[in-house]
């Protein structure tokens, strides 16, 4: 403490300065550089915390643009299968050059394996009624393709014509 002008003064030290001793006599008193390696230590992690977040949004936001984009085609594709027969014919190569341009993005036609739905890459649009038991629940057609992305995750699912099974009247099942 300092006397000025007969007054008692304290001396005031610079904000931290607290901190950083407390921090260096956790390390050995006066061991002042151990405490900086850890201090840098520490920054150098979340900095490489921050940098792997940074990337994370940006893959995030190319994705989403992408995903737009891709849409775009896909609806432009569906439009060309819905003209009539001469245009489908006469845009056929059309369609191609779309698919192409899908498939160099990352996305693929799903393509169904068997006549089974399945709930992960279809979507029932429409039912149609049937006597065959045996086609109850199976896909009578496909309406729209679906796309899949490079990973194998469901872009947008087919929309298909499932089978279902005539109820009789009068009859429960």
């Known amino acids: 403490m ?12 610079p904000a931290g300065a607290e901190c950083a001793h ?3 006599a956790g390390h050995g008193d006066g061991d002042v550089p151990a405490f ?14 921050l940098r792997d977040e940074l990337e994370k949004q940006y893959s995030e936001h190319v994705a989403d643009v992408k995903s737009a984009a891709l849409k775009d085609l896909v609806l432009l594709s569906d439009r060309i299968t819905v003209c009539s027969r001469d245009a489908i014919a006469m845009f056929k190569g059309l369609d191609c050059e779309c698919l192409e341009v899908l498939a160099r993005a990352g996305l693929s036609p799903i393509r169904a394996e068997s006549h089974d739905f399945d ?9 149609e009624e049937t006597d065959r038991k045996e086609l109850d629940g199976k896909v009578a057609r496909v309406l729209r393709r679906g796309f899949r992305d490079e990973s194998g995750r469901v872009v947008r699912p087919q929309d298909v014509v499932a089978y279902r099974l005539r109820k009789e009247c009068g009859h429960e099942q």
Not at 37 to 48: A, G
Not at 120 to 127: D, E, Y
């Open 119 to 127: 709930p992960s890459a279809q979507r029932v649009a429409k039912t």
């Open 36 to 49: 900086a390696k850890d201090v840098r230590r520490s920054i150098d992690e979340q900095l490489v915390s």
């Open 22 to 24: 407390a921090g260096a």
């Open 2 to 13: 300092s006397r000025e002008g007969g007054r008692k003064q304290e001396e005031v030290q």
